[in-house]
Nanobody, 118 residues
Framework: QVQLVESGGGLVQAGGSLRLSCAAS????????MGWYRQAPGKERVLVAD????????YYANSVKGRFAISRENAKNTVYLQMNSLKPEDTAIYYC???????????WGQGTQVTVSS
């Protein structure tokens, strides 16, 4: 059974930092492209950052470039999202997503709440 479990969310003041973690189990982690998405109240879920399985190329949404950093530790089956200089508009539920490089299978975590106060 595949599981993606996010952690590290919470309440932080504007300008602060948080580090999200997503621990995967039940899959060959190194074969999965991993990404972070977020969904604010009343809005669609959008891609924040992702990292390719094959060459660790990264992509960032314009809104987080220079502030957020995605990384992964294949030995720990974990992907991280370091979030710095947080803004109130970063408030959302953050989800981890894995996509099989060869299989195309998609898995989501349950989400972790990030709230940034002004």
């Amino acid at each position: 059974q595949v599981q993606l479990v996010e952690s590290g969310g919470g309440l932080v003041q504007a300008g602060g930092s948080l580090r999200l973690s997503c621990a995967a189990s039940g899959l060959t982690f190194s074969d999965y492209h991993m990404g972070w998405y977020r969904q604010a109240p009343g809005k669609e879920r959008v891609l924040v950052a992702d990292m390719y399985a094959s060459d660790s190329r990264t992509y960032y949404a314009n809104s987080v470039k220079g502030r957020f950093a995605i990384s992964r530790e294949n030995a720990k089956n974990t992907v991280y999202l370091q979030m710095n200089s947080l803004k109130p508009e970063d408030t959302a539920i953050y989800y981890c997503k894995g996509v099989g490089r060869l299989s195309g299978r998609v898995y989501w975590g349950q989400g972790t709440q990030v709230t940034v106060s002004s």
